[in-house]
């Protein structure tokens, strides 16, 4: 089994990083806010005042998902392996105790396949991306205390007829394994793994 690294925004050093650019953003913001606010220029205020509103929405939007993410406490996920061959069988392995008592509404794991294609469009560039759900996973939400400890073991197929992984210039097909906790009055915890689809059928059984 192996141990995988989430790889999502919502992950904890996608949050960080969020929350580093916004802090970033809305200080370069100020240096214009600052002297018009002192100068009393109402006007050029309220101009500067739309730049520093993005930043502050980043950083409130990364200490919430943050918060959330601590509530829950991060999950031991392994997965039995992350190198697939179209149409092969994998399982993955949910192990979690958690440090706090929260109440969620649920707890999904997915099999996730996501296209992403760029392209010119004039003189912008548009990305597109679409996404499928192969399998889903429920588990029951409920209020969970601290100390309890859950474990559950999932097998998944990726598809005979899928496309395997493709990472080129304008177009990536890539596949992940998903997990997703529906936090009450809270931002979801979500966290993504990657799994490399080779161009190869499993063999036959």
């Given amino acids: 089994m192996e141990t995988h690294k989430s790889i999502s925004l919502n992950s904890r050093n ?3 990083f969020l929350g580093i650019f916004g802090l970033i953003w809305t ?3 100020l240096i214009f806010l600052v002297p018009v606010l002192l100068a009393r220029e109402y006007l050029a205020v309220c101009l500067s005042a739309i730049f520093v509103l993005p930043g502050l929405i980043m950083i409130g939007y990364a200490a919430t998902v943050y918060y959330s993410r ?3 406490g991060k999950p ?3 997965i039995s392996n992350s190198s697939l061959r179209v149409g092969e069988k994998f399982t993955v392995n949910l192990m979690h105790t958690f440090k706090r008592n929260v109440q969620l509404e649920g707890i999904v ?3 996730v396949f996501k296209e992403t294609a760029t392209y010119q469009q004039g003189t912008d560039t548009r990305t597109v991306t679409h996404e499928d759900v192969y399998e889903n996973f429920e588990l029951p939400g409920g209020e969970y205390q601290a100390g309890q400890y859950i474990q559950e073991t999932f097998i998944m197929q990726i598809p005979a007829d899928a496309m395997h992984t493709l990472k080129v210039r304008r ?3 890539e596949w ?3 997990v997703k906790a529906d936090i009450a009055k809270l ?3 979500v966290d993504e793994y990657e799994l490399t689809v080779l161009p190869e059928m499993a063999a036959a059984r």
Avoid: E, H, K, M
Wanted: with cysteine; glycine share 4%.
């Fill in 70 to 72: 601590a509530r829950v």
């Fill in 14 to 16: 996608g949050v960080i």
């Fill in 171 to 173: 177009n990536r097909l």
């Fill in 109 to 111: 794991v997915q099999l």
């Fill in 187 to 189: 931002p979801d915890y």
């Fill in 27 to 29: 200080c370069f913001s």
């Fill in 176 to 178: 992940f394994v998903r």
């Fill in 76 to 78: 031991d996920i392994t």
